[in-house]
């Protein structure tokens, strides 16, 4: 009996050992991504800098959290949602850009499995709104859903509001036009179209607006509903203050 339990124990200690070695790698693929991030954005406006990356990551896991999710999913959501706007085809050019980059810096991780790096890939490839515009896929990853959620969260709300005319500022776009028509059912092709003049405003109504009702999990829409809220309220006030009217 004596020889039996001390067996248990040992396997306890190389269990417990093996999960220690587990956290400390995964410690330091995140430390290594965070630097890798901050590096890359740098220079980036307000409206996709740092704060914003640590703002989806945190929501992420939280989303994650609430919906479920294994430690194991939640690594992949943190990757990715610390990953997700590297080489962005807005500041890029290119709409493959990102995603070779970051499979550059995670196969030169030694701690990132391939299977981890397949999944952070897609989520970082299908994350945004311009692939839902041009796409009928219906069927996605719940580490997807959660990362494209909280990216979403983080684009509406008071938030997201700033962030809209900090990006309309940043590429010289008017605040309104009332002779600029938001376009209705944007495609892909006119959402991408950098040479379209458009201002801010329509931003709202062409996406912002929309996010809402294309939220993936039951946690991301109940989020949505008071930052939705808070984005008409605004609109209101801003048509009344631009006719003077308040």
């Known amino acids: 009996?004596?020889?039996?339990?001390?067996?248990?124990?040992?396997d306890d200690d190389n269990a417990?050992?093996?999960?220690s070695s587990k956290s400390s790698s995964s410690t330091l693929l995140i430390e290594r991504t965070e630097r890798f991030v901050k590096q890359e954005l740098a220079a980036q406006d307000g409206s996709h800098d740092w704060f914003h990356i640590d703002r989806v990551r945190n929501l992420?896991?939280?989303?994650?959290?609430?919906?479920?999710?294994?430690?194991?999913?939640?690594?992949?959501?943190?990757l990715?949602?610390?990953?997700?706007?590297?080489?962005?085809?807005?500041?890029?050019?290119?709409?493959?850009?990102?995603v070779h980059a970051v499979r550059d810096f995670l196969e030169t991780q030694a701690s990132a499995p391939k299977t981890t790096i397949a999944k952070v890939l897609?989520?970082?490839?299908?994350?945004?709104?311009?692939?839902?515009?041009?796409?009928?896929?219906?069927?996605?990853?719940?580490?997807?859903?959660?990362?494209?959620?909280?990216?979403r969260?983080?684009?509406?709300?008071?938030?997201g509001i700033a962030r809209a005319f900090t990006y309309g500022g940043s590429r010289n776009r008017g605040l309104y036009d009332p002779d600029i028509a938001p376009i209705s059912n944007i495609t892909k092709q006119q959402y991408m179209d950098k040479g379209r003049k458009s201002p801010t405003v329509n931003h709202f109504y062409e996406k912002l607006l929309l996010l809402k009702d294309k939220m993936k999990t039951p946690s991301g829409r109940k989020?949505?509903?008071?930052?939705?809220?808070?984005m008409e309220a605004y609109l209101a006030r801003f048509y009344a203050e631009w006719d003077a009217n308040m």
Request: hydrophobic residues 40%; negative net charge; charged residues 30%.
């Open 122 to 151: 897609d989520i970082v490839k299908n994350i945004g709104f311009k692939t839902e515009l041009g796409s009928k896929n219906t069927e996605i990853s719940p580490e997807l859903a959660v990362v494209q959620d909280a990216d």
């Open 80 to 98: 990715a949602a610390l990953l997700h706007d590297i080489r962005d085809w807005k500041y890029s050019g290119s709409e493959d850009a990102g």
């Open 1 to 10: 009996p004596d020889r039996k339990i001390k067996r248990q124990h040992g």
């Open 153 to 159: 969260l983080d684009a509406i709300g008071a938030i």
């Open 223 to 230: 989020i949505a509903e008071s930052r939705h809220r808070f």
């Open 16 to 19: 417990s050992s093996e999960n």
């Open 60 to 78: 992420a896991l939280r989303l994650a959290k609430m919906e479920g999710l294994s430690v194991s999913q939640m690594m992949i959501v943190q």
